[in-house]
């Protein structure tokens, strides 16, 4: 009877605490950016006239702005110095590594920066998930057409950092795996075999 109760239990556990999780972390990143942003707000403008929801319309526009200002030389170079500074400090530069890396893979400039393929890459004996970022390694600059290369990304579990391998083309399968469904499984180290899952 107690093995039948402690099995429904875990078994609800597994339905709602990804569900429970995800509203909780979008409720909490709403209210955390309104609340933040609210302060800056009631400095420009009486605190009477401000209304909910100015808060995350304003993050918007900031990051619109960020969007926009990125493509100027002179900003492109401060957020250069600024990295540099930031992979001096031991935690912080994993952090801040882990993160950009991660929002690097988003498509943006009408540019396809996200992750072409699912392939498969043998180190020795083992066996490594990887991600097609460029078909011909050489449009990086560093190596030559003729060493028919691929540029493939291999995450690291729970998106700690990650790796860039130059790759000879005949040394990775394709797999049939969407991305999706192969990020997944990687970034929660194999515990996750796929959707639903």
């Known amino acids: 009877m107690f093995r039948k109760f402690r099995s429904a239990l875990m078994r609800g556990l597994v339905v709602v605490l990804p569900i429970g999780l995800t509203?909780?972390?979008?409720?909490?990143?709403?209210?955390?950016?309104?609340?933040?942003?609210?302060?800056?707000?009631?400095?420009v403008i009486p605190a009477e006239h401000y209304r909910p929801g100015m808060g995350i319309i304003a993050a918007v526009a900031l990051l619109l702005a960020a969007g926009t200002l990125v493509?100027?030389?002179?900003?492109?170079?401060?957020?250069?110095?600024?990295?540099?500074?930031?992979?001096?400090i031991p935690v912080v530069k994993t952090i801040y590594g882990?993160?950009?890396?991660?929002?690097?893979?988003?498509?943006?400039?009408?540019k396809r920066r996200d992750l072409k393929r699912v392939v498969l890459a043998r180190f020795g004996e083992a066996q490594v998930v990887g991600f097609v970022t460029r078909d011909d390694a050489a449009e990086l600059g560093i190596v030559k057409k003729e060493d028919g290369l691929v540029?493939?990304?291999?995450?690291?579990?729970?998106?700690?950092?990650?790796?860039?391998?130059?790759?000879?083309?005949?040394?990775?399968?394709?797999?049939?795996?969407?991305?999706?469904?192969?990020?997944?499984?990687?970034?929660?180290?194999?515990?996750?075999?796929?959707?639903?899952?």
């Open 23 to 43: 509203l909780w972390l979008l409720w909490w990143l709403g209210s955390s950016t309104e609340s933040l942003l609210q302060q800056a707000i009631t400095l």
């Open 71 to 88: 493509n100027a030389l002179l900003v492109r170079r401060m957020l250069a110095a600024w990295e540099r500074f930031l992979d001096r």
């Open 98 to 110: 882990a993160i950009r890396d991660f929002t690097r893979l988003l498509p943006a400039d009408g």
């Open 151 to 197: 540029a493939v990304y291999f995450p690291m579990s729970y998106q700690i950092g990650g790796y860039t391998v130059l790759v000879p083309r005949a040394a990775i399968v394709q797999l049939d795996m969407s991305v999706e469904t192969a990020m997944r499984l990687v970034l929660t180290g194999g515990l996750s075999s796929g959707p639903g899952h």
